[in-house]
Structures are given as C-alpha cells and as structure tokens.
C-alpha cells in the first residue's frame, strides 16, 4: 500500500468516525429543542399551565407522562408535540385526575364546550360561563358584539352531545381587556393542535378526515369533504382559530 493510499484510508476512518461521533450530539440538540418548543408553546403556556405534565424526547420519539385536569388536555398536548419539527411519534401516557366524567354526561359535554369555545378567536372563553343540565346549554358573560354572541351560540350548538342552548351573554363595547388573539403571533404546532381539536368536537365536521398543516400562521387542509357546504364549514371554524391568519382549503369534495 502506497503512502497515498494510506493517506485516503485514514482520512476517510477519521470522517467516519467524525460522523459516528456527532450523530448522538445532533440527536440530544435536536431532542433539547423539541422538549424547549413544547414548553415555550402556546398551548402548553396557555391552556396546559396547571398540569403536570413531562416531555421526553429521545431520536424525535417523544413520550407524554404526567396528570391532566381535563380529557381534553391529553388530546390537545398530543397533538401539539406531534405538530413540532422533528417529532416522529409521539406516546402518551398522560393519565387524568379524578375520575373522568361519563360519555354524554353533562360535565362531558360541559369540558368539550369550554374547550371548543377557548379556540375561537371571535369568543371571549374567559369571560364566558358555560353551563349543562340535561345536555342543554346555557351561556352567560360578555360578548364584544351582537355577531359575536350569535357565533357562541353556533359554536356551541354544534358540539357533540348538545341538544340545545341558552345564550344570556350580555353584549359589551369591546376594550383593549376584551380583544381576541386575532392576528396574534401563535407558534404553528400550538395552532396545528387547535384547529384540528376545534375541527374534531364540532358535530358538524368531527367525521372529516382532514390533514392541517400551518406555516406562519396559514392553515392548510387536506382531506375529504361530503359536500362543498361541509368544506366550505371546515374552512369557516378553522379561520376563527386563535393564530390562523389565512386558511386554504384544498379539501376534495366527494
């Protein structure tokens, strides 16, 4: 063997060895980073605060494990992590404090409602009451305007489980207090996980299998449709989503 030779077979054992060596440091920067977005997310900042939940991410397969306070925190924490870059798989084993309450139960239906409402941006969900008895629907608080106030109705009705609904929102001059998050800056995977729950407890569009993906705030769906009135829905719930600042739908209709 030549000196020549040698040389090449040397330097190529120590790229070898180069990569070999930095594989795992890429994978635990990239884990440090899903780990990081998840907690800096919007959804884990606003709406999953009080839970104790813990992320651990290893070569993008990221496992959930903790106490949530609502059934639909486990969803929405799923959905989130497996929005973020880098993320293969997501396992969650959240678990739910307390006993969780009974399918088609008021306190079932009463959570799906509060959680539909929180996503949208033309409700204000904090200063909105929800309340459940006999899978009817009564609301009260403020709303910003008349048209707002309609829409909580809409929204609500349209949840699984609801028969009807009560709305005794009072209607208020909006203030800077009472403002949406409408055009607020929301990380992607935060409004990835929002529209596709909103889409999900909506009666009228739970059977969709749509695809979301978000860049910069556009939404796009993917997907099927019955109909061009049940796209054209789907694009409608999706566009109030807290963070959305555009939607295209490029839903085929059956």
Known sequence: MNIKTTYSAV????????LVTSMPVYASEMDDRIELSARKSHVFKTYLNGDDIKIQSKNGAVTLTGTVSEESHKLL????????????????RLELKGTPPAENSDAWIGAKVKATL????????????VDVKDGIVTLRGEAATQARKELATE???DVEGVKDVNNEMTVSMP??????????????????AQVKISLLYHRSTSALNTKVETNKGVVTLYGKA???????????LAND??????VTNRMTVE
């Open 11 to 18: 330097l190529m054992m120590s790229v070898v060895a180069l």
């Open 77 to 92: 924490a799923h959905e989130t992590v497996a929005s973020l870059p880098g993320v293969k798989s997501v396992d969650n």
């Open 118 to 129: 929180s996503f949208h941006q033309s409700v204000n969900a904090s200063k909105t009451e």
């Open 155 to 157: 929204y609500a009705k």
């Open 175 to 192: 203030s800077e207090t009472t403002k949406t998050t409408m055009g607020e800056d929301i990380d992607d995977a935060s409004t990835t």
């Open 226 to 236: 019955k109909n061009a009135a049940e796209k054209g829905l789907a694009t409608k």
């Open 241 to 246: 989503i807290n963070g959305v600042k555009s």
